[in-house]
């Protein structure tokens, strides 16, 4: 880890970006657990998640895929999911949503939440993971 990772939070990797296009693939078919955030380009809460969201990606990378997607251009995620305000984030596992948040969420919430309700996904060996 480089000093700007350690003085920002740690590594960062950006998310999956989700579309109603690939929506199927990316988080239906999934074989990880999916953390989906929703945003809007006009909202200031959005923007300050991304960081957040990044480190989340980089910290999970192989363990649960961390997407997101803009609520103004994929309006059937938005509307399957009943998004009313953004940020949201789901938590999904096999297209189920198992969790949701509404509103800007720190780090740590978010982080527990990915621990919690994933842990049986998270803490598996590597070659389980593969047999699925």
Not at 40 to 69: N, Q, S
Not at 93 to 116: C, M, N, T, W
Not at 119 to 131: Q, R
Request: hydrophobic share 40%; glycine share 8%.
């Amino acid at each position: 880890m480089g000093l700007l990772d350690f003085l920002t939070g740690g590594p960062k990797k950006d998310p999956v970006h989700i579309t109603d296009e690939n929506f199927e693939e990316e988080v239906l078919k999934s074989e990880l657990p999916v953390v989906l955030d929703a945003w809007g380009p006009d909202c200031p809460w959005c923007m300050k998640l991304v960081p957040t969201i990044r480190i989340l990606t980089a910290r999970y990378e192989g363990k649960v895929k961390v997407g997101e997607f803009n609520v103004a251009e994929a309006k059937y995620i938005s509307r399957r999911f009943g998004i009313r305000g953004t940020p949201t984030i789901l938590f999904l596992k096999k297209g189920v949503i198992v969790e949701r948040f509404s509103g800007y969420q720190p780090e740590h919430i978010l982080d527990e939440a990915i621990q919690v309700k994933f842990a049986d996904y998270i803490n598996k060996p590597e070659e389980e993971k593969k047999a699925k």
